[in-house]
């Protein structure tokens, strides 16, 4: 069946049979305002996790297609740097409204193709939306600054303008609000874009793509192509591109910024982690207990802001045997069903992937306390499902440790006072999340001060920023310098231009100065 809730008004005018009317449906490209097939004849399904069934077919765009994309970003930059900005926040705030209107439909396609709940799927949605409703107020976020009478008769002033065409390239694990923490931000400041979604779950983008047409973005302003390294590689070295906002694994995301750098283009780089929990013993251990399996199994281990790894310090060790007991609690189903927990991982290679990690950290000397490795869930006998699992006595020398696993795996680990477990996290080489489990201020007020950590959580155990602040990760979390959404992103997707400007009575005689003017 259809599943992009496309109105006829885009559809494609070739004589083939259009995207959306075959079996699988293709995924478009969009391009100049209108959603179109790819003339490829390279292909890749787009895997249900849950059930294997090919939800659709996302091709590898062209690099015509690629090229007419940018075009038309570049045609439409002139026209959308000038419309008013009032009138592109308006543009936000009909879109956050459709949005909300369509919130079941997006989900459902959240879960259909990423495999997360139903409810996560909402969530997966709703922290992008927010974003949408941060660019409402764009005008106040992008002020100048003004000094009047910086000489005799000069005002200096300098005002925030867009870049002209920038460029998103997005991983899978949240398909709404990963491109909506990107384009919002950099169309609402004037630029135009060109959207690389996952090639494992494009439908949200395209989705989202539609909504933003009918909410009023004109055409060419927003444009989606689709593929993998080789667009990818398009889009750094492509001369009219100016910005790239990627998120993703650091393989990805180091090879990205350092290509595109290359070209002299801005990027900003969000990438993989490791993120810890010190548990203390003076914490609420029931509040605890309950963070951390919600943080650790949520999304089936698939955030960057999971919790990965936690840190008992002292007597809170002997928690671990009632953490076994409630992470066994948890349902692990295909995410339609009602009341389920955590649904499967992406990949059958993703499943793999954690499988070798968690072996790798038992044959290092790691106590399996829970394995979730063999689990099968009926109905759903061919979905990628790996069920809670817990490995203790994790040194940081262990494989599993020392990579990022991106599944439903938490590593328990134990330190002797709080310095000791601070070093063990300031030695990991991410730095985007950390938290502490405590009732002591003082101990709280230490773990902010010292950590190496982006995103601090104190008795919070996924502190992911709302969007007037921005998403700060650090060490080998982000590479650039300016961060996504907030203030940072604001300024990230504008260039400061400064004006110096005279008005003075011309009556005077006015000389010749060669020197260097000072006031
Ligand atoms: P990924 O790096 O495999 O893919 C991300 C994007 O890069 C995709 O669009 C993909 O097509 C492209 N890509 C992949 N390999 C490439 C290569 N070698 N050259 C060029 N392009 C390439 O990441 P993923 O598996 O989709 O996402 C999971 C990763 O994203 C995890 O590492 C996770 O921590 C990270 N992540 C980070 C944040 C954050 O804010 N720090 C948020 C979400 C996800």
């Given at each position: 069946?259809?599943?992009?809730?496309?109105?006829?008004?885009?559809l494609?005018?070739?004589?083939?049979p259009?995207?959306?009317?075959?079996?699988?449906?293709?995924?478009?490209?969009?391009?100049?305002?209108?959603?179109?097939?790819?003339?490829?004849?390279?292909?890749?399904?787009?895997?249900?996790?849950?059930?294997?069934?090919?939800?659709?077919?996302?091709?590898?765009?062209?690099?015509?297609?690629?090229?007419?994309?940018?075009?038309?970003?570049?045609?439409?930059f002139?026209?959308?740097?000038?419309?008013?900005?009032?009138?592109?926040?308006?543009?936000?705030?009909?879109?956050?409204?459709?949005?909300?209107?369509?919130?079941?439909?997006?989900?459902?396609?959240?879960?259909?193709?990423?495999?997360?709940t139903?409810?996560?799927?909402?969530?997966?949605?709703?922290?992008?939306?927010?974003?949408v409703?941060?660019?409402?107020?764009?005008?106040?976020?992008?002020?100048?600054?003004?000094?009047?009478?910086?000489?005799?008769?000069?005002?200096?002033?300098?005002?925030?303008?867009?870049?002209?065409?920038?460029?998103?390239?997005?991983?899978?694990?949240?398909?709404?609000?990963?491109?909506?923490?990107?384009?919002p931000?950099?169309?609402?400041?004037?630029?135009?874009?060109?959207?690389?979604?996952?090639?494992?779950?494009?439908?949200?983008?395209?989705?989202?793509?539609?909504?933003?047409?009918?909410?009023?973005?004109?055409?060419?302003?927003?444009?989606?192509?689709?593929?993998?390294?080789?667009?990818?590689?398009?889009?750094?070295d492509?001369?009219?591109?100016?910005?790239?906002?990627?998120?993703?694994?650091?393989?990805?995301?180091?090879?990205?910024?350092?290509?595109?750098?290359?070209?002299?283009?801005?990027?900003q780089?969000?990438?993989?982690?490791?993120?810890?929990?010190?548990?203390?013993?003076?914490a609420?251990?029931?509040?605890?207990?309950?963070?951390?399996?919600?943080a650790?199994?949520?999304a089936?281990?698939?955030?960057?802001?999971?919790?990965s790894?936690?840190?008992?310090?002292?007597?809170?060790?002997?928690?671990?045997?009632?953490?076994?007991?409630?992470?066994?609690?948890?349902?692990?189903?295909?995410?339609?069903?009602?009341?389920?927990?955590?649904?499967?991982?992406?990949?059958k290679?993703?499943?793999?992937?954690?499988?070798?990690?968690?072996?790798?950290?038992?044959?290092?000397?790691?106590?399996?306390?829970?394995?979730g490795?063999?689990?099968?869930?009926?109905?759903?006998?061919?979905?990628?499902?790996?069920?809670?699992?817990?490995?203790?006595?994790?040194?940081?020398?262990?494989?599993?440790?020392?990579?990022?696993?991106?599944?439903?795996?938490?590593?328990?680990?134990?330190?002797?006072?709080?310095?000791?477990?601070?070093?063990?996290?300031?030695?990991?080489?991410?730095?985007?999340?950390?938290?502490?489990?405590?009732?002591?201020?003082?101990?709280?007020?230490?773990?902010?001060?010292?950590?190496?950590?982006?995103?601090?959580?104190?008795?919070?155990?996924?502190?992911?920023?709302?969007?007037?602040?921005?998403?700060?990760?650090?060490?080998?979390?982000?590479?650039g310098?300016?961060?996504?959404?907030?203030?940072?992103?604001?300024?990230?997707?504008t260039?400061?231009?400064?004006?110096?400007q005279?008005?003075?009575?011309?009556?005077?005689?006015?000389?010749?100065?060669?020197?260097?003017?000072?006031?």
């Amino acid at each position: 069946g259809q599943i992009y809730a496309l109105g006829s008004s885009h559809l494609s005018t070739a004589a083939e049979p259009s995207y959306s009317k075959r079996t699988p449906p293709r995924v478009p490209n969009l391009i100049g305002g209108s959603f179109v097939d790819s003339k490829t004849s390279n292909f890749i399904d787009v895997i249900n996790p849950a059930t294997q069934e090919v939800v659709s077919q996302v091709p590898l765009s062209t690099d015509g297609e690629f090229k007419e994309a940018v075009s038309a970003a570049k045609k439409a930059f002139p026209r959308w740097r000038n419309t008013p900005i009032t009138t592109r926040q308006r543009v936000m705030l009909k879109f956050q409204e459709l949005i909300r209107r369509d919130m079941d439909k997006l989900s459902l396609n959240v879960t259909t193709e990423q495999g997360k709940t139903l409810k996560d799927a909402q969530g997966d949605v709703f922290r992008g939306l927010e974003v949408v409703e941060h660019a409402c107020g764009m005008a106040t976020l992008q002020m100048g600054e003004f000094v009047s009478n910086v000489s005799h008769g000069i005002d200096t002033y300098s005002i925030r303008e867009p870049l002209g065409v920038c460029a998103g390239i997005c991983p899978f694990n949240f398909p709404a609000m990963i491109p909506l923490w990107m384009f919002p931000v950099a169309v609402t400041c004037g630029n135009t874009f060109v959207l690389k979604p996952s090639e494992k779950d494009p439908g949200a983008s395209i989705m989202l793509a539609e909504l933003a047409l009918e909410a009023g973005l004109p055409g060419g302003v927003l444009n989606i192509v689709h593929g993998t390294h080789d667009i990818v590689n398009a889009i750094c070295d492509d001369d009219d591109i100016r910005a790239i906002s990627f998120v993703g694994s650091n393989t990805a995301g180091m090879h990205i910024y350092s290509r595109a750098a290359a070209k002299g283009k801005r990027v900003q780089s969000n990438m993989g982690a490791k993120n810890h929990a010190i548990v203390m013993p003076d914490a609420d251990a029931d509040a605890t207990l309950n963070a951390l399996v919600a943080a650790g199994f949520g999304a089936a281990g698939q955030r960057c802001m999971a919790l990965s790894t936690v840190i008992f310090v002292g007597g809170s060790q002997q928690w671990e045997a009632e953490l076994i007991d409630r992470a066994k609690a948890l349902k692990v189903n295909a995410g339609t069903e009602p009341d389920i927990d955590l649904g499967p991982v992406i990949s059958k290679q993703a499943k793999e992937r954690i499988h070798k990690l968690v072996q790798s950290g038992i044959e290092s000397g790691a106590k399996l306390l829970l394995d979730g490795r063999n689990i099968v869930v009926p109905g759903y006998e061919s979905g990628n499902f790996i069920g809670p699992t817990i490995l203790s006595d994790v040194t940081a020398n262990m494989e599993c440790y020392q990579e990022e696993i991106f599944g439903p795996v938490l590593l328990s680990m134990q330190a002797d006072s709080l310095e000791e477990a601070i070093s063990i996290i300031n030695n990991n080489k991410y730095g985007n999340g950390a938290a502490i489990f405590t009732t002591s201020g003082v101990a709280a007020r230490k773990f902010q001060t010292e950590v190496e950590a982006g995103q601090v959580g104190i008795n919070v155990p996924i502190p992911v920023p709302l969007p007037f602040f921005s998403f700060t990760g650090n060490k080998a979390s982000f590479a650039g310098d300016l961060n996504f959404y907030g203030k940072a992103g604001v300024n990230f997707f504008t260039q400061i231009k400064t004006i110096t400007q005279q008005w003075k009575d011309s009556t005077g005689s006015s000389k010749i100065n060669l020197a260097m003017p000072t006031s």
